[in-house]
């Protein structure tokens, strides 16, 4: 099914990928996977989320294809968010529950 935002996506993160991607700014990364349904029901809200939040930037990163990280990063359940700021880790809403758009802001707006 094709998305409509501008998240990019990742299909395999390592460590190397990720200190890359995460050491300037603010980062948020969603794990996330094809086979979700939890998952899926946060996309159409995607976009919103990266407009209100518009000074980070957004990576879906499919949890299957990264599977050793997730497991190193503590990552069992999906849809999860991690964010860093500057290559920090400054927050993380990780757990196996269907999350809401407000959910989500919610978390994004504690981190500030």
Do not use: H
Request: net charge negative; aromatic share 10%; charged share 40%.
């Amino acid at each position: 099914m094709e998305r409509f935002f501008k998240m990019e996506q990742i299909k395999e993160l390592n460590k190397d990928k990720l200190d890359s991607i995460t050491k300037n700014g603010r980062v948020v990364l969603e794990f996330s996977a094809g086979w979700c349904p939890d998952c899926r029901f946060l996309d159409p809200f995607m976009p919103e989320i990266e407009k209100d939040f518009s000074d980070s930037k957004f990576y879906q990163i499919d949890r299957d294809g990264s599977i050793d990280l997730a497991k190193e990063m503590n990552i069992m359940g999906i849809p999860s968010f991690v964010v860093y700021q500057d290559g920090k880790e400054i927050g993380r809403l990780v757990n196996k529950d269907r999350k809401t758009k407000d959910e989500v802001e919610s978390f994004l707006r504690s981190l500030d």
